[in-house]
C-alpha cells in the first residue's frame, strides 16, 4: 500500500468548539505507599476536526489522560465531556453505548480477535451494538484501508501493518466522532507505520473526524495538528504545528 502523508494544521479561523473535554481531572493508581498520582487536576480540551498529540516521559499519565477522555476509565475527581455528554455521571452500560457509538479505539496490540476474519473483525463493533452491519458496508472499509483483497484471512495471515489496517477499519466502521489511539504505529515497521499514519490523517482531514493519540515518537506527534505534552500528571507544555525536530527538543527538556 502506497500512502503519501499530507500533515495540515487547522487554521484558527475554522477551529471547531472542543469535542473531548476534562476539567480538573485527577486519577491516582494503587494505594498506600504504592499510591501514584497519575493525573493531577489536567483541565484540557481536544477540538473537533484536528489531530491531537499526547507526549511525555514514561509514566507522565499518557495512556491514563486517554482512557479517561474516552471513558474507559473513571477519574477519582473532575469532569469529562464527550461532546455534549457528560461522560462522569454515567453508568457503565451507558458509558459503553456512548463509546460503541461516538468512539473508536486503535491501539499498538491491534486487538483483534484470532479466530475471526478480517471482515468479522470490522463488523463486531457494529454486532456488538446490536446493529446487523451490511457486508457491503464492511468491504467498503476494509477496501478504504488498502485491504479489499484480505477480508477472509484471519489476524495470523496478516503482517503487523494489516493487521493495524483491519484495526483502523473497525475503528472507523461506526462512523466516530472521535478516534482515540494509543501509541498505535508502535508495532509496526516504519512503511506500515507511514501507511497508518496516513491513514488515521485522512480520517481528519478528509472526514473531518477528531483524533487524540498517545504516542512515544516525535515523527508520528509532528503529523498532528497540535502536541499536548505531560509530565508528573500534568500538563507541561502545549505545541501547535509541530515538527518533528521542535517535538524532541520539548520532549528532552522535559526528560532532563
Aim: aromatic share 2%; glycine share 8%.
Amino acid at each position: 500500500m502506497t500512502t503519501t502523508l499530507h500533515p495540515r494544521p487547522v487554521p484558527p479561523a475554522v477551529r471547531r468548539a472542543a469535542a473531548v473535554e476534562l476539567r480538573e481531572v485527577a486519577k491516582t493508581h494503587g494505594a498506600g505507599d504504592g499510591r501514584v498520582a497519575a493525573l493531577d487536576g489536567v483541565t484540557l480540551a481536544f477540538e473537533a476536526g484536528a489531530a491531537t498529540a499526547i507526549m511525555g516521559p514514561s509514566d507522565s499519565g499518557k495512556t491514563t489522560l486517554l482512557q479517561c477522555a474516552a471513558g474507559l476509565d473513571r477519574p477519582d475527581r473532575g469532569s469529562v465531556r464527550l461532546g455534549d455528554i457528560e461522560l462522569t455521571g454515567l453508568g457503565e452500560r451507558a458509558l459503553a453505548r456512548l463509546r460503541r457509538r461516538r468512539a473508536g479505539f486503535v491501539f499498538q496490540a491491534f486487538n483483534l480477535l484470532p479466530s475471526l476474519t478480517a471482515e468479522q473483525n470490522v463488523a463486531l463493533p457494529l454486532r456488538l451494538a446490536g446493529e446487523r452491519p451490511r457486508r457491503r458496508d464492511v468491504r467498503a472499509a476494509l477496501a478504504r484501508v488498502g485491504l479489499a483483497d484480505r477480508a477472509r484471512h484471519r489476524p495470523a495471515q496478516l503482517s503487523g501493518g494489516q493487521q493495524q489496517r483491519v484495526a483502523i477499519a473497525r475503528a472507523l466502521i461506526g462512523d466516530p466522532e472521535v478516534i482515540f489511539a494509543d501509541e498505535p504505529t508502535g508495532a509496526l515497521d516504519r512503511a506500515s507505520a507511514r501507511d497508518v499514519l496516513a491513514l488515521l490523517r485522512a480520517a481528519v482531514v478528509e472526514q473531518g473526524r477528531t483524533l487524540v493519540v498517545v504516542t512515544h515518537d516525535p515523527v508520528v506527534a509532528a503529523h498532528a495538528d497540535r502536541v499536548v505534552f505531560l509530565a508528573d500528571g500534568r500538563v507541561a507544555d502545549d505545541l501547535a504545528a509541530p515538527t518533528a525536530e521542535a517535538v524532541a527538543e520539548r520532549m528532552t527538556a522535559l526528560e532532563a
